[in-house]
């Protein structure tokens, strides 16, 4: 099983600010089969970015996805308030199916 | 487009079974490379993928819960379900059920979630 492990747990930060969160798997992601989520208290998960770096339908192109093998950064150019939230990475090259423990977004 | 929607008891009895469905509209489980899987989310936790149905009806689960897991479909009915049985305190969470395919790979659409507690 790949555990993804993500960093920082929690990121404080300003609007308008750029923002970047980590994600390291302990073993090579399959062919950077890796995406992240973005959730909202109360919320389902929203898909952001996948294959690594693909923007999802519909997803602002302030978020940015990068990173093979074992190390993945999403990249918040700009934030806005509605971006305050927790985001998850996933990886979906490898069963089991795997997320990381999420890092918490918070205005400053 | 494509909606989600979980359905069944919120509350369920240790050593039970925990039955929930999930009903898709605006497609058909069946057109597609589609795969149609449960998370559930702890309270306060991360996410953990339970399982898939794949378009064709093969199924895969995860490990951790694969000899309690049962998911299946109805085709009639445009619905995937997920049986899990003898149930604990530790299978309290929200369920969601999700689609993902074989383009995109990671899960594109998401029902809203069910909270389900196992309690007597």
């Known amino acids: 099983e790949i555990v993804l492990t993500q960093s920082p747990g929690t990121l404080s930060m300003s609007p308008g600010e750029r923002a970047t969160l980590s994600c390291r798997a302990s073993q090579t992601v399959t062919s950077s089969y890796l995406a992240w989520y973005q959730q909202t208290p109360g919320q389902a998960p929203r898909l952001l970015i996948y294959g690594a770096s693909s923007r999802a339908t519909g997803i602002p192109d302030r978020f940015s996805g990068s990173g093979s093998g074992t190390d993945f950064t999403l990249t918040i150019s700009r934030l806005e308030p509605e971006d305050f939230a927790v985001y998850y990475c996933?990886?979906?090259?490898?069963?089991?199916?795997?997320f990381g423990q999420g890092t918490r977004l918070e205005i400053k | 487009q494509v909606q989600l929607q979980e359905s069944g008891p919120g509350l369920v009895k240790p050593s039970q079974t925990l039955s929930l469905t999930c009903t898709v509209s605006g497609g058909s489980i069946t057109s597609g490379a589609y795969y149609w899987s449960w998370v559930r989310q702890h309270p306060g936790k991360g996410l953990e993928w339970i399982g898939y149905?794949?378009?064709?009806?093969?199924?895969y689960y995860n490990p951790s819960l694969k000899s309690r897991i049962t998911i299946s479909a109805d085709t009639s009915k445009n619905q995937f379900s997920l049986r899990l049985s003898s149930v604990t305190a530790a299978d309290t969470a929200v369920y969601y059920c999700?689609?993902?395919?074989?383009?995109?790979?990671?899960?594109?659409?998401w029902g809203q979630g069910t909270t389900v507690t196992v309690s007597s």
């Open positions: 999700a689609r993902s395919d074989d383009y995109i790979g990671a899960m594109d659409v």
């Open positions: 149905i794949y378009y064709s009806g093969s199924t």
């Open positions: 996933q990886q979906y090259g490898s069963s089991p199916i795997t």
